[in-house]
């Protein structure tokens, strides 16, 4: 079989890959990606889940990272508004760790670094002692705005955005070599299922490795990493919640850092996160007594109720992984990102990605395709305007129609599926008049109908790729209807099969 031709080859499915994949995409580039694990496995499903400026990196005057980062913030409310939802932090002021004056600067800065359209701006905050969930002495504070995201399912819809536009899209696909060859990126994949190696070949390749970017280098390329990475473990706890307002509460720590308390799924508080200097392998990752504590120890300090290490529904950690500046505290290592271009007497260019937040991937994306530009006749970068799949609709309005049309369906279920398809939530449930029509149930929201859609549109292989990362229904599905959903994956086929070159 001939050896499938792309433009560009990228390595990794994180949130900054699939960005890159479908910017390139947009731009008219034949584009494949390959990502070694599920599509967010990594770090892009690890994350505080926000969209935001990051009041704290003004302290450390990362200036223009917080300007980029305010200003997406109303874009992509714009691009994914299934996917990304307006939140109000509440500060409590503490004012042996900063001063109000302080804190009313940052918000200056915060409220007009960049274009705000809908998001409201800050103000100052009195806590009522008597209802607050907050301990009665603390009595005054700050609010701002920020955005709440499905981090995973972000992704998964950048590539989908990629497929439309006739990118193809591979997980459980590592690449496990890639060379210069005849003026071209020569790139072995192996099938993580069949053991299978294939090949295909590409004008342009990207490392968007997240914390593997430097092993890329080493171990896939065998080339020297132009820059080095520092890997930051931070890590989170899910608790019922421990108050009701509908906005998250970002507090103020004794050693300077601080950690936020976000209402998850309507009946949870996630709350996070620390930053550990992280030396293992990133899939090995884990929460440890001492965060635990940590976090538990802020929480406590803050609310009425105290959180006991029994309420722990469940914890999660990632590897963040930040671009090498020297900085002594894990803190204070810069959360800005820096791509590298390196080529070959003017060919086969290689862009490499350091660092990076969720928030800012659409820019980071531009700023590697623009990198690769001079390399092609491409056009210029499209994704400011460009929606997301399903995010053509107001997802709240969409929750109140499904209720209407689609009555045997509870609330919970529906606001659900509208935040985590949008429109595209008919492409599957479509036609159907009761919950039996939906097939087999696993657990109280998840059908059968569901899975299919999932296998079949949104590349989900496992259960633990369903229940954790397209849905985050793992939390509250029992071991009997996760075994039920494992048992019956098998027997579905995956999504869409490119044919690919095999090897040997
Ligand atoms: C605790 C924590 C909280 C955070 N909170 C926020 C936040 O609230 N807001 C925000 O904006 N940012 C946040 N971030 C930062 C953000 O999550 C990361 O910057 C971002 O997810 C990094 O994405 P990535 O695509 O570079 O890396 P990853 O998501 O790690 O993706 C890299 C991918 O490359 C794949 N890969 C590796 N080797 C190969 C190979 N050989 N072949 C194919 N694929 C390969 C991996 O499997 C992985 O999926 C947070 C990070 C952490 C850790």
Not at 163 to 169: K, N, T
Not at 339 to 352: M, R
């Amino acid at each position: 079989m001939a050896i499938h031709e792309y433009d560009l080859v990228v390595i990794g499915g994180g949130i900054n890959g699939s960005g890159i994949a479908a910017d390139a995409a947009e731009r008219g580039l034949k584009v494949a990606l390959f990502e070694a694990k599920d599509f967010a496995s990594a770090t892009s499903s690890a994350s505080s889940k926000l969209i935001h400026g990051g009041l704290r990196y003004l302290e450390q005057y990362e200036f223009r990272l917080v300007r980029e980062a305010l200003g997406e913030r109303e874009v992509l409310l714009q691009k994914a508004p299934h996917l990304i939802t307006p939140m109000r932090f509440r500060l409590p002021h503490r004012p042996h760790l900063r001063p109000a004056w302080m804190i009313r600067i940052g918000l200056f800065l915060y409220d007009h670094l960049a274009k705000r359209v809908t998001l409201p701006a800050s103000c100052g905050i009195r806590f009522d002692p008597h209802t607050s969930a907050l301990q009665s002495q603390i009595r005054k504070g700050f609010e701002y705005s920020d955005g709440w995201v499905d981090d995973s399912r972000l992704v998964v819809a950048n590539l989908m955005h990629a497929r439309e536009l006739g990118a193809d899209v591979y997980n459980y696909r590592p690449c496990v070599s890639a060379t210069r060859d005849n003026g071209q990126w020569l790139v072995t994949v192996q099938d993580e299922r069949s053991g299978e190696t294939s090949q295909v070949r590409a004008k342009a390749l990207v490392n968007a490795g997240g914390p593997w970017v430097k092993s890329i280098f080493d171990e896939q390329l065998k080339l020297k990493s132009p820059r080095g990475i520092r890997m930051i473990q931070g890590s989170h706890i899910l608790v019922p919640q421990i108050h009701k307002e509908k906005c998250a509460y970002i507090l103020q720590n004794e050693d300077g850092r601080i950690v936020f308390v976000i209402p998850y799924l309507n009946k949870y508080s996630l709350i996070g996160t620390t930053d550990l200097e992280y030396k293992g392998d990133p899939r090995q990752v884990h929460i440890s007594e001492s965060e635990i504590d940590y976090l538990c120890n802020v929480v406590n300090n803050h609310f009425k109720h105290n959180i006991r290490r029994e309420e722990i529904i469940w914890s999660y950690s990632g590897v963040r992984p930040l671009c090498e500046d020297e900085s002594d505290s894990p803190q204070a290592i810069t959360r800005d990102y820096t791509l590298e271009l390196q080529d070959e007497q003017g060919q086969t260019p290689l862009v490499s990605i350091f660092g990076g937040k969720l928030t800012t991937f659409r820019k980071l994306a531009e700023a590697a395709v623009n990198k690769l530009q001079p390399y092609f006749n491409c056009g210029d970068c499209q994704s400011e305007k460009s929606i997301l799949p399903g995010g053509n609709c107001d997802p709240e309005q969409l929750a109140t129609q499904l209720l209407n049309d689609y009555p045997f369906l509870n609330k919970t279920i529906c606001r659900r599926i509208a935040h985590a398809y949008g429109t595209n939530v008919f492409n599957w449930l479509e036609g159907a008049h009761s919950k039996e029509e939906l097939g087999q149930w696993f657990g109280e929201q998840l059908s059968q109908r569901e899975v299919d859609y999932l296998v079949s549109v949104e590349w989900a292989l496992s259960a633990d790729d369903i229940l954790w990362r397209r849905t985050k229904l793992g939390i509250i599905t029992d071991e009997s209807d996760a075994k039920a959903l494992a048992d019956y994956l098998p027997s579905m086929q995956s999504a869409d099969e490119a044919p690919m070159a095999q090897v040997g």
